[in-house]
T-cell receptor
Framework: GAGVSQSPSNKVTEKGKDVELRCDPI?????LYWYRQRLGQGLEFLIY????????KSGLPSDRFSAERTGESVSTLTIQRTQQEDSAVYLC???????????????FGPGTRLTVL | SQQGEEDPQALSIQEGENATMNCSYK?????LQWYRQNSGRGLVHLIL?????REKHSGRLRVTLDTSKKSSSLLITASRAADTASYFC???????????FGSGTRLQVQP
């Protein structure tokens, strides 16, 4: 079946503008994750959704960042009043479920490259 | 903060040689996973090893896990130019939903 898709693939915006990034997880995957990756760095966890449970927002760097997910489908990550430091690749991943004691294999989308001028 | 730290940060080898990457972590884990990333975009899952396993194989990949030393290694045998990519280890901690990624090893395989 189809993998995780993200849109747009690239986004260039001006400092201070709001941006919205979209993620379509693999059908049937109950868990959805957002990560941020700055150039040459590893992935930073941002937020996690699991079914209808309250999301884990512990990785969001500021209140300018928010995310929503409707049921077990599409998720949107919104960054308000963007700053140059927000420039990064934003990666979405989904997995079948949260397996007992630890995170299961995650399937990643191609990412959205955000550039804030 | 990054829990897993890969070593080396960059590795350049000739085609046909073996490549070994190491990962160290700090807290107890439920499992450890290795991912590959081409051109700074989406990651591809390579292999998952659980905390009660010591070694796992998948094709040309061999992963070891030493929980007493809190370390793991990824061996790619008979490397190919197509193996050129960044490789990340990621730890799954008991009770935590998200993976914690290291900063990665950039592997360059020269043809």
């Amino acid at each position: 079946g189809a993998g995780v898709s993200q849109s747009p693939s690239n986004k260039v915006t001006e400092k201070g503008k709001d941006v919205e990034l979209r993620c379509d997880p693999i059908s049937g995957h109950t868990a959805l994750y957002w990560y941020r990756q700055r150039l040459g760095q590893g992935l930073e966890f941002l937020i996690y959704f699991q079914g209808n449970s309250a999301p884990d927002k512990s990785g969001l760097p500021s209140d300018r960042f928010s995310a929503e997910r409707t049921g077990e489908s599409v998720s949107t990550l919104t960054i308000q009043r963007t700053q140059q430091e927000d420039s990064a690749v934003y990666l979405c991943a989904s997995s079948l479920n949260f397996v007992g004691g630890g995170a299961d294999t995650q399937y990643f989308g191609p990412g959205t490259r955000l550039t804030v001028l | 903060s990054q829990q897993g730290e890969e070593d080396p940060q960059a590795l350049s080898i000739q085609e046909g040689e073996n490549a070994t990457m190491n990962c160290s972590y700090k807290t107890s884990i439920n499992n450890l996973q290795w991912y590959r990333q081409n051109s700074g975009r989406g990651l591809v899952h390579l292999i998952l090893i659980r905390s009660n396993e010591r070694e796992k194989h998948s094709g040309r990949l061999r992963v070891t896990l030493d929980t007493s030393k809190k370390s793991s290694s990824l061996l790619i045998t008979a490397s190919r130019a197509a193996d050129t990519a960044s490789y990340f280890c990621a730890t799954a901690n008991t009770g935590r939903r998200a993976l914690t990624f290291g900063s990665g090893t950039r592997l360059q395989v020269q043809p």
